[in-house]
């Protein structure tokens, strides 16, 4: 089955996704009473979004794997031919009714990222791209292309920093440091495929985490890439199934940040 083929139904399907993703979060405070809780909740949500794109990748694409965040636990399939989901990224921006979550859906071939979709339901932003052919967004009145800052400076430069919501670590709070050392303005927006979509469109500088899954990385990271900016060596020397440094930035500064994240 020819890439094209799976690009079109990568940006199909993440549509119909992010439209279920948006009918749970607008029901979000009636449906958090109704199942016992907020974790009830975004399992709920987070299964039956993952679920859907399951299935219609399995339809059309039966050869391949799918290793999505929700049953990445099981996951024995080959990675020569795999579609790398996450079905709500930014869960907890999710829960609490702030509009930063994303469907993320990439397809790795032969350990080469070739398709990345990022889609904001909120914003109605379809971020796309296949290897080769740019990076885009799809919103109303049509495709615009994305293009990566031309920030060169480090003290001009506005870059999110990524990090476990309630697990305090050392090396975040060094990084952060270091960041603000060199005049660095930071956020950290909670959803790290929405942070590199922004970044592959010029929105922000660049994305940072220490540790990150590889169905939060590889969409945003292709549309980096794509865009024009420097994307660095991702996942690590474990695969897709292990957690690992990102980095996605302006191409102007990707050597001054890699060497800031280098030494954590």
Not at 35 to 47: E, I, L, N, P, T
């Amino acid at each position: 089955m020819p890439l094209s083929a799976r690009y079109i139904a990568a940006l199909d399907i993440a549509r119909s996704a992010g439209a279920l993703a948006r009918r749970f979060f607008a029901q979000r405070e009636t449906l958090v009473i109704e199942h016992k809780g907020v974790q009830d909740f975004v399992s709920r949500a987070d299964r039956a979004v993952e679920e859907l794109i399951r299935a219609r990748l399995a339809a059309a694409f039966p050869i391949d794997a799918f290793f999505g965040e929700e049953t990445a636990a099981s996951f024995a399939g080959e990675v020569d031919h795999v579609w790398v989901v996450d079905p709500i990224d930014g869960t907890h921006n999710f829960l609490r009714g702030v509009r930063y979550y994303c469907v993320s859906i990439a397809y790795v071939e032969n350990g080469e990222r070739e398709i990345g979709v990022v889609y904001d339901p909120e914003h109605d932003e379809l971020f796309h791209t296949r290897r080769g052919h740019g990076a885009w967004v799809e919103r109303t009145g049509g495709d615009l292309r994305l293009q990566a800052s031309a920030c060169k400076d480090l003290a001009d430069a506005l870059v999110c920093v990524g990090h476990h919501d309630r697990k305090p670590d050392p090396r975040v709070l060094a990084l952060r440091h270091a960041l603000m050392d060199e005049g660095v303005a930071t956020r950290n927006m909670g959803a790290g495929a929405l942070q590199l979509a922004h970044v592959a469109a010029g929105r922000f500088d660049g994305f940072i985490e220490l540790s990150l899954n590889a169905w939060d990385a590889m969409a945003g990271l292709l549309l980096v890439e794509e865009a024009g900016g420097y994307a660095a060596p991702f996942p690590g020397p474990d695969g897709i199934s292990k957690p690992a440094p990102v980095l996605g930035c302006a191409k102007g500064l990707g050597e001054g940040l890699e060497k800031i994240v280098g030494e954590w």
